[in-house]
């Protein structure tokens, strides 16, 4: 016996959702990072751009503000510029780098800000003597020395600032690639895997089917044997009793008649023996309707229908078809049959009193139908023997076979193919 390919299915599921799994959990990590580099790398070196550049605008107010102390055709004491010096140094220390910041060009910058913080203090102490003259000359000197060094290195550390955010850009487009040539490959391998389950599961299902296929033809062969043999069986059994029973009772009552008008009292065995000859003449018509192949199934079926009528006390009204169609002895039988089965179920289970039987003959087909005003069918899941036994008769003259409820009672309906000759399509 095959093993089940569940556990082998379960298996690639699996696989296949644990690789999902993990590239998400890969996915959200690669993201992660772009998003620390984003905010972290290239948002500071963003801000701290914009904080240099504006720190250098203020050191460059207050470099035009000295020059413009010092070159003044009528200069102001120094001293009256110290309140303003002290708003522009407000600001520069405002834009200068935090306390904590750790880059040693920062530190150094910071450091020369505050030198030249002491040497302007220098200039204010000096002009507080009185002495402009020194104090001014101190202002120039501290402008000159200090002045080329702040610039230079606030254009470093610019530098280094653009550099950061342009390290910061290419980490994100190397692992942006990455990323992508990651998500190549997975959807690959992904596309790859279910290809390959699902070609081998194609074809599992492939050679599934052609077994079911198989088993499904010798199934319908072991039936049409089946039901060959039943029927063959039937035929042997009713010529049996037809030729041998029926002749030998037929015998008897004839010599009874003869007896019986020199002895009266053999009347009731003479009436036994007429009993007995239609009792063997209905059972070897009921196993084997010769009349099918004498009269055709149309008169067979009407003189099948009075006599269950007869037996059942059930009305069943036969309509007959308009125009009468000579049809092949294999459908004819087993369109009898069905009508036996049929009116067999009716009369065991639909509690209808009332059958309505109609055989038509549209276009290349036979249909036969049979109509009562019972309890219907029910759950037609749930079938018996004789509803089966319809279908597969029908099925071996590739007819189909309907069985409707209808409101009240239920409806057999089967249409057969059939050619000009009468046999069956195929």
Same mark, same amino acid.
């Given at each position: 016996?095959?093993?089940?390919?569940?556990?082998?299915?379960?298996?690639?599921?699996?696989?296949?959702?644990?690789?999902?799994v993990?590239?998400?959990?890969?996915?959200?990590?690669?993201?992660?990072?772009?998003?620390?580099?984003?905010?972290?790398?290239?948002?500071?070196?963003?801000?701290?751009?914009?904080?240099?550049?504006?720190?250098?605008? $203020?050191?460059?107010?207050?470099?035009?503000?000295?020059?413009?102390?010092?070159?003044?055709?009528?200069?102001?004491?120094?001293?009256?510029?110290?309140?303003?010096?002290?708003?522009?140094?407000?600001?520069?220390?405002?834009?200068?780098?935090?306390?904590?910041?750790?880059?040693?060009?920062?530190?150094?910058?910071?450091?020369?800000?505050?030198?030249?913080?002491?040497?302007?203090?220098?200039?204010f102490?000096?002009?507080?003597t009185?002495?402009?003259?020194?104090?001014?000359?101190?202002? $120039?000197?501290?402008?000159?020395?200090?002045e080329?060094?702040?610039?230079?290195?606030?254009?470093?550390?610019?530098?280094?600032?653009?550099?950061g955010?342009?390290?910061?850009?290419?980490?994100?487009?190397?692992?942006?690639?990455?990323?992508?040539?990651?998500?190549?490959?997975?959807?690959?391998?992904?596309?790859?895997?279910?290809?390959?389950?699902?070609?081998?599961?194609?074809?599992?299902?492939?050679?599934?089917?052609?077994?079911v296929?198989?088993?499904?033809?010798?199934?319908?062969?072991?039936?049409?044997?089946?039901?060959?043999?039943?029927?063959?069986?039937y035929?042997?059994?009713?010529?049996?009793?037809?030729?041998?029973?029926?002749?030998?009772?037929?015998?008897?009552?004839?010599?009874?008649?003869?007896?019986?008008?020199?002895?009266?009292?053999?009347h009731?065995?003479?009436?036994?023996?007429?009993?007995?000859?239609?009792?063997?003449?209905?059972?070897?018509?009921?196993?084997?309707p010769?009349?099918?192949?004498?009269?055709?199934?149309?008169?067979?079926?009407?003189?099948?229908?009075?006599?269950?009528?007869?037996?059942?006390?059930?009305?069943?009204?036969?309509?007959?078809?308009?125009?009468?169609?000579?049809?092949?002895?294999?459908?004819?039988?087993?369109?009898?049959?069905?009508?036996?089965?049929?009116?067999?179920?009716?009369?065991?289970?639909?509690?209808?009193?009332?059958?309505?039987?109609?055989?038509?003959?549209?276009?290349?087909?036979?249909?036969?139908?049979? $109509?009562?005003?019972?309890?219907?069918?029910?759950?037609?899941?749930?079938?018996?023997?004789?509803?089966?036994?319809? $279908?597969?008769?029908?099925?071996?003259?590739?007819?189909?076979?309907?069985?409707?409820?209808?409101?009240?009672?239920?409806?057999?309906?089967?249409?057969?193919?059939?050619?000009?000759?009468?046999?069956?399509?195929?």
């Amino acid at each position: 016996m095959k093993r089940s390919p569940t556990l082998r299915l379960a298996l690639g599921l699996s696989v296949t959702l644990i690789s999902v799994v993990g590239y998400a959990g890969y996915s959200i990590s690669q993201l992660r990072s772009l998003r620390d580099i984003q905010s972290v790398n290239m948002d500071r070196s963003r801000s701290e751009t914009r904080r240099l550049l504006l720190l250098q605008d $203020r050191f460059a107010m207050l470099s035009m503000a000295i020059r413009s102390l010092l070159e003044a055709p009528s200069p102001p004491p120094v001293l009256g510029w110290e309140p303003e010096y002290r708003y522009l140094k407000a600001e520069v220390e405002s834009r200068s780098s935090p306390p904590d910041r750790s880059s040693i060009r920062g530190t150094a910058l910071d450091g020369q800000y505050k030198s030249l913080w002491v040497d302007f203090e220098k200039s204010f102490e000096i002009a507080r003597t009185g002495d402009e003259g020194a104090a001014r000359d101190q202002l $120039r000197r501290t402008l000159q020395l200090r002045e080329a060094s702040i610039r230079s290195e606030t254009t470093r550390l610019l530098l280094d600032s653009n550099q950061g955010e342009g390290n910061a850009e290419s980490s994100t487009l190397r692992i942006y690639g990455q990323f992508l040539r990651n998500s190549g490959i997975f959807a690959v391998g992904i596309v790859a895997a279910i290809g390959v389950t699902s070609i081998w599961l194609i074809q599992f299902n492939r050679r599934l089917f052609e077994q079911v296929a198989a088993l499904s033809k010798r199934r319908s062969e072991l039936v049409r044997q089946l039901i060959s043999m039943q029927e063959n069986t039937y035929r042997s059994i009713s010529r049996e009793l037809h030729d041998e029973f029926g002749q030998i009772l037929t015998a008897i009552g004839m010599m009874l008649n003869r007896a019986d008008r020199k002895a009266g009292d053999l009347h009731e065995v003479r009436e036994l023996v007429q009993a007995t000859l239609e009792k063997v003449r209905s059972l070897s018509y009921a196993l084997h309707p010769v009349i099918l192949t004498e009269v055709g199934l149309e008169s067979a079926l009407d003189l099948y229908i009075t006599s269950f009528g007869r037996r059942t006390g059930i009305e069943v009204r036969y309509q007959r078809p308009a125009e009468t169609r000579e049809l092949d002895a294999t459908i004819a039988t087993h369109l009898y049959r069905v009508v036996q089965e049929a009116l067999n179920n009716v009369a065991k289970h639909s509690r209808s009193r009332l059958v309505a039987v109609t055989l038509s003959f549209p276009g290349n087909s036979v249909v036969l139908e049979i $109509r009562d005003e019972g309890i219907g069918f029910g759950n037609v899941e749930k079938v018996g023997l004789g509803l089966v036994s319809m $279908r597969e008769r029908v099925e071996l003259v590739d007819g189909s076979v309907e069985f409707i409820s209808a409101d009240p009672g239920a409806v057999v309906r089967v249409t057969v193919p059939i050619l000009a000759g009468g046999s069956v399509n195929g």
